[in-house]
């Protein structure tokens, strides 16, 4: 059975420190994505990582840490406008509706926009079933806990 999202709501994301980020619910893109800031591929004895900033010093959770890793990809993805960019994607954790699942996260500069978080169709698919009219429902059932 799948568990009803509603248009927008709020998540955490234990391993990148985040708790009641806001996501919104995005079923015209394919993949999730976060606001980061200070994206960079470096070289560190040899081998690929990448380094980036969660949010933006304007956003109420920045806190300034650096994430660093070496599990990431990269690939292109068309953005709302039509122009295609190389973002690049980690693996982390999502709680949301009081379970955990695995995510896949292109780093993004969403500066401008309203939600740091996108939960995109990859994401989605099994698991979730949209009605947008409602939302905060995880967030709601987690305050009730």
């Not at 976060?34 to 470096?42: A, G, K, L, R």
């Amino acid at each position: 059975m799948k568990i009803t999202i509603g248009r927008v709501d709020k998540a955490d994301f234990p391993e990148l420190h985040l708790e009641d980020i806001d996501v919104k619910v995005d079923s015209g893109a394919y993949t999730s994505s976060i606001h980061c800031s200070n994206i960079e591929e470096i070289i560190l004895n040899n081998e690929h990582f990448i380094r980036f900033k969660l949010l933006d010093p304007e956003h109420s959770l920045y806190n300034n840490k650096e994430f660093t890793t070496k599990n990431y990809a990269s690939k292109l993805v068309k953005s709302s406008n039509g122009i295609s960019e190389k973002r690049y994607l980690v693996e982390t954790e999502i709680v949301i509706f009081d379970q955990t699942f695995p995510i896949h996260l292109t780093l993004s500069e969403r500066k401008d926009m309203t939600y740091p978080v996108l939960l995109g169709r990859k994401f989605l698919n099994k698991i979730f079933v949209i009605d947008t009219i409602k939302k905060n429902l995880s967030h709601k059932l987690k305050n009730k806990i």
